[in-house]
């Protein structure tokens, strides 16, 4: 069973805790007697988030892609150049 602390608990002995989480232990904060965090090894730590949510990762990626702006002017260039299209038929 984990052992479970108060936030200003965890804070006071934040040190100490990494020290024995690093030796296997895992601890519960709490905040107002709800739980709120979990102090645990790295090895069963897990992240059930996305691991992308849409483009947004790239742009800090693009801002440092220095041909950007002049490849993004093309595209907006043979963009407006181009023709009407179809709309396409999705049914």
Known sequence: MME???????KRR??????????GERFVVTRRGKPTAALVPPAEARDDGPEHVGLL???GA??????FDEI????????????????????
């Open 4 to 10: 479970s602390m108060n936030v200003a608990d965890a």
């Open 14 to 23: 934040f040190s100490e805790l990494l020290d024995r989480v690093a030796a």
């Open 57 to 59: 990762p790239f742009v």
């Open 62 to 67: 693009l801002a440092e892609w220095p041909e």
């Open 72 to 91: 993004m002017r093309d595209v907006v260039a043979s963009r407006e150049n181009a023709g009407s299209r179809p709309v396409p038929d999705l049914e």
